[in-house]
């Protein structure tokens, strides 16, 4: 039964973060094109896309956010290790699990903050300046995504280092480290 648990728990957070990755870089690309026509458009034409700016704002936030959890999972982040070989190996584990369990809190809290804000602003109808695209769409979605970070903190507070961990599946797609 747990090994039936554990391998849906996989195959989801797998699956998941192909979409949550998949999505991000699709962003990305739009931002691209919308950049690129707007450059064209500006220069050759005479004529700038209207909103594009706009758009590339939120898709900007949304492709930040959007890739956040896989970013934690990997420990992409940004970090400077100048003392850490001067520290025994378990102190070092300690001290990172007692970090997950820091910006697990931190990041539930953000989340928490970011949805109220996101109800208020649907509430309130608030839409984006030119292209009036509401305000709480991209708020909701900044919100979901830092509770999935929030989720893997917690994942990690309680796993440790992910690197360590032995590898049990050899193909990609079945990646059991995928959030």
């Known amino acids: 039964m747990i090994a039936h648990v554990s391998r849906l728990w996989c195959n989801s957070a797998a699956a998941l973060k192909r979409l949550l990755n998949l ?31 706009e758009l590339i704002e939120i898709m900007l936030a949304a492709s930040i956010f959007l890739i956040l959890p896989t970013i934690t999972w990997h420990n992409e982040h940004v970090a400077v290790d100048l003392l850490d070989p001067r520290f025994p190996r378990w102190l070092r584990a300690l001290r990172d699990r007692l970090c997950h369990l820091f910006m697990a809190v931190g990041c539930g809290y953000m989340a928490m903050t970011v949805w109220k804000l996101a109800e208020r602003a649907a509430r309130y109808n608030s839409v984006s300046e030119y292209l009036s695209i509401p305000s709480a769409w991209a708020m909701f979605l900044i919100g979901v995504c830092l509770w999935l970070t929030a989720i893997t903190f917690a994942v990690m507070t309680l796993l440790g280092d992910a690197n360590a961990l032995p590898a049990t599946h050899s193909h990609p797609l079945e990646e059991a480290t995928a959030l």
Request: glycine residues 12%.
């Open 23 to 53: 999505t991000a870089g699709l962003m990305l690309l739009l931002m691209m094109l919308l950049t690129a026509v707007d450059v064209v458009g500006r220069y050759l034409f005479n004529r700038p896309l209207i909103g594009g700016a």
